[in-house]
């Protein structure tokens, strides 16, 4: 292990015995802001499991592998087996509602984090656990009306199709084949993508986009107004109950772009946001190495250059950022390419620098900036979270 990663090390092992002042004890499980008594959502909650995830996997040792499987096992509380036609993993633990609204996105965020911990343990469950998110998002989230050609769904109210859902559901498809060789894992990341490619690009970046409307593809829509109106109230009352979920849209737009809430929300949002693209450009390259296609190889290095170009700064907050940070780790891994790994380094350091409060927390962006700059809460357990599994990441991955 080197120097740097030594240093990195530290900060996430703190980052994460920090993170015990969220706990509940009562409810043996995490709150989602210092404050607060609501029980930290999927969300909210997923970059501490990729923390302790890379902390294992940087260090492997029994306390690290025993507060691993201690998250974990709290993480499939998080399964609601009610849903319809095939079980998902639901905003909240616990949940046993087959019409509660339940988010495609997570479920890829969930399941690669279910990979990534069976890849630090070996332990067949959180495969498994994997599988069920991936079954949800290609069974539940892929639209499969007639006179449309798919798409995937943001969440089960199927208001819109997500660049999230895209992103986190092709990488998660694409590991597991590479792990399993199952050629239906294989077919699905390539229908994502050869869909993404026509519905969904960044016609100004080359990128992948935010969203696309049902409708607005220049073909039959197979949709009625009243259909798209009921999900649309039906979005609306999901999302007041579930603020983390609604904070994603307001952060997906920021300073770069229109509000996606509301009936302002347009038919095709382009904005290409650095935590669809990280996925995305690791998927291709995945694929690339597990089929021998080197154009896949080829998509992945183009979007990786085009990423370096595109995001001189961040400006979703860490919460979002550190997928893509994290991905072009990976894709440092896989290639060598010294620009991803100083990409990746660069925004680490700088975070180390300014990310914590006069507390330790790391309660700031990584520029320094506070909480509401991220569209975050105060005392957000998602916050600090994210900036810990940053440094995890530069931990297990260093050079």
């Known amino acids: 292990m080197s120097k740097t990663q030594r240093v990195f090390l530290r900060a996430a092992e703190r980052g994460v015995q920090q993170s015990n002042q969220w706990w509940q004890k009562k409810r043996h499980w995490y709150r989602s802001t210092l404050d607060g008594t609501q029980t930290a959502s999927l969300w909210g909650v997923v970059p501490l499991f990729e923390a302790l995830n890379a902390i294992q996997l940087a260090k492997p040792s029994h306390p690290h592998r025993h507060m691993l499987n201690r998250f974990a096992r709290g993480a499939e509380r998080y399964l609601n087996p009610s849903l319809e036609p095939v079980a998902g993993f639901g905003p909240k633990p616990r949940q046993r509602n087959p019409g509660k609204t339940t988010w495609f996105d997570d479920n890829g965020w969930w399941g690669l984090a279910f990979l990534d911990a069976y890849e630090a343990t070996g332990r067949p469950r959180y495969l498994n656990d994997a599988m069920i998110a991936d079954q949800f ?9 007639p006179g449309r050609p798919g798409g995937l769904w943001w969440n089960t109210n199927h208001s819109f199709y997500a660049g999230e859902t895209l992103a986190g559901g092709t990488l998660l498809s694409a590991r597991l084949y590479a792990i399993t060789h199952d050629q239906h894992y294989l077919d699905d990341a390539v229908k994502y993508i050869n869909w993404a490619d026509v519905w969904l ?38 999302l007041e109950r579930n603020p983390d979920e609604a904070a994603k849209l307001s952060a997906a737009a920021g300073d770069q772009g229109p509000q996606l809430l509301g009936n302002t929300e347009p038919p095709f949002v382009p904005l290409p946001m650095p935590y669809v693209q990280g996925p995305m450009i690791l998927a291709h390259r995945i694929i690339c190495e597990a089929t021998g296609i080197n154009s896949y190889c080829d998509r992945a290095e183009d979007l990786a250059q085009r990423t370096i170009t595109v995001y001189q700064r961040f400006w979703m907050g860490p919460q979002y950022d550190r997928v893509y940070l994290h991905e072009m780790l990976e894709l440092y891994k896989q290639d060598g390419n010294p620009d991803w790994y100083g990409m990746a380094a660069s925004n680490a350091w700088r975070a180390l620098r300014k990310a914590h409060d006069r507390h330790g927390l790391y309660l700031r962006t990584w520029y320094g900036k506070k909480p509401v700059n991220a569209g975050s809460s105060k005392g957000s357990l998602q916050l600090h979270a994210a900036n810990t599994a940053v440094f995890a990441w530069m931990a297990a991955i260093g050079r």
């Not at 998002?137 to 009306?145: A, C, P």
């Not at 049902?214 to 009352?237: E, I, L, M």
Request: proline share 4%.
């Open 201 to 238: 690009v960044d016609p100004a970046t080359g990128l992948y986009a935010r969203l696309r409307k049902p409708g607005s593809y220049g073909v039959g829509s197979g949709a009625t107004a009243a259909a798209a109106t009921t999900a649309q109230a039906r979005d609306s009352a999901a």
């Open 137 to 145: 998002i290609s069974v539940s989230g892929w639209d499969t009306t």
